[in-house]
């Protein structure tokens, strides 16, 4: 008896063993084991000094000319920056500008000058900066509901915390972001003629017909006893609501310019422009600052000269780097060797 319960225990555990056990991988000369070991037919290679150098020369040769085509389209954007929150304030209030833009008693108009020194082309761009102003700190960019803006008040969410709802009604659009609109306003004269700034199809299209709803309108926005930023007309649906719609796509760092509107005429170099500035917008109670840009543009977009200082600056590293490693090379030359003994070229190296 305790030999067949040895004989049948041995041969239930063999069983249980050969049932168990993995299959064996495949032979070393397998395409499996050969991809895992990274011995398949493969191009690798032999990077000699000649090769080196061709490529860093390849490098430099394309990157320098296309650095400077980018500066050069950089400098042909004429630009005009004005911060203008520092002189919008009246003298008595310099010291305590809370004050000032808390009370809504005081005029906020505001009248500066500025000098054209270039010739400014049709379209000329017309932006707001912001400067010390984190939209994208993570409560602030999480407080918006993105149903709600495109299909009505039944989405209000409470991921529009603190901005939800106002007197128990919902509020219409919701939302730190919303709440925080941008609302000073910008007006141009030259002498005694006014400029025309174009302030339609300033946001993007696809903003205005897929997340921003034809039929939500604005509800009980602006109505509390805290007042954020600007208001909307209660009678447009949000799609037409250009200003909120640029607003809500919020920016990735603290400085940021958002576009406001299009002057469609020629500024004259030298001419004299008389802005007039509505400074609403309370940024004295967090260090902020505001200019107004008015800027033309290039094939390659603004004024940005980063691009083209990359471009110069990796290429003259290259150019550098070419003829370092020439003069070694040319200096110490490092013999070559026999390419028959390299590993992938050795018959009996995948076996």
Same mark, same amino acid.
């Given at each position: 008896?305790?030999?067949e319960a040895s004989t049948s225990a041995s041969g239930g555990g063999g069983a249980a063993a050969n049932g168990g056990q993995r299959?064996?991988?495949?032979?070393r000369s397998g395409v499996f084991y050969r991809f895992t070991q990274q011995n398949l037919p493969a191009w690798k290679p032999a990077m000699t000094p000649g090769c080196v150098i061709?490529?860093?020369l390849m490098i430099g040769v394309t990157f320098v000319p296309v650095g400077l085509v980018?500066?050069?389209a950089s400098n042909h954007v004429a630009e005009i920056a004005h911060r203008y929150d520092i002189d919008c304030?009246? #003298?008595? &209030?310099k010291r305590n500008r809370q004050v000032y833009i808390k009370d809504s008693s005081i005029s906020k108009n505001c009248t500066q000058e500025v000098k054209v020194k270039y010739l400014m082309r049709a379209p000329i761009y017309v932006y707001y900066?912001?400067? #010390?102003? &984190?939209?994208?700190h993570r409560r602030y960019v999480k407080s918006r509901s993105d149903k709600q803006l495109r299909y009505g008040q039944k989405y209000t969410h409470s991921s529009c915390d603190p901005i939800e709802r106002n007197d128990g009604l919902p509020i219409v659009p919701c939302g730190l972001i919303a709440w925080s609109l941008f609302n000073d306003t910008y007006g141009f004269t030259r002498g005694s003629t006014e400029i025309k700034v174009n302030r339609k199809n300033i946001s993007w299209k696809s903003d205005r017909e897929h997340k921003f709803g034809k039929d939500v309108y604005p509800f009980n926005f602006q109505n509390g006893s805290l007042i954020g930023g600007g208001k909307l007309d209660p009678a447009l649906p949000l799609s037409q609501q250009e200003d909120l719609i640029v607003w809500m796509r919020t920016a990735a760092l603290p400085q940021f310019r958002k576009l406001y509107g299009i002057i469609e005429e020629d500024l004259q170099?030298?001419?004299?422009i008389t802005m007039h500035i509505a400074n609403n917008y309370n940024t004295y109670s967090f260090g902020g600052k505001k200019s107004l840009i008015l800027t033309t543009s290039t094939w390659l977009g603004g004024k940005n000269d980063f691009l083209g200082y990359a471009y110069l600056i990796t290429g003259s590293l290259s150019l550098f780097l070419t003829i370092l490693f020439a003069l070694i090379h040319v200096k110490n030359p490092r013999p070559h060797g026999d390419a028959n003994y390299l590993?992938?070229?050795r018959p009996n190296s995948n076996s």
């Open positions: 008896m305790m030999e299959g064996f991988p495949p032979a061709t490529i860093f980018c500066l050069h304030v009246p #003298n008595a &209030y900066e912001l400067d #010390n102003f &984190y939209q994208n170099a030298d001419e004299i590993s992938w070229n």
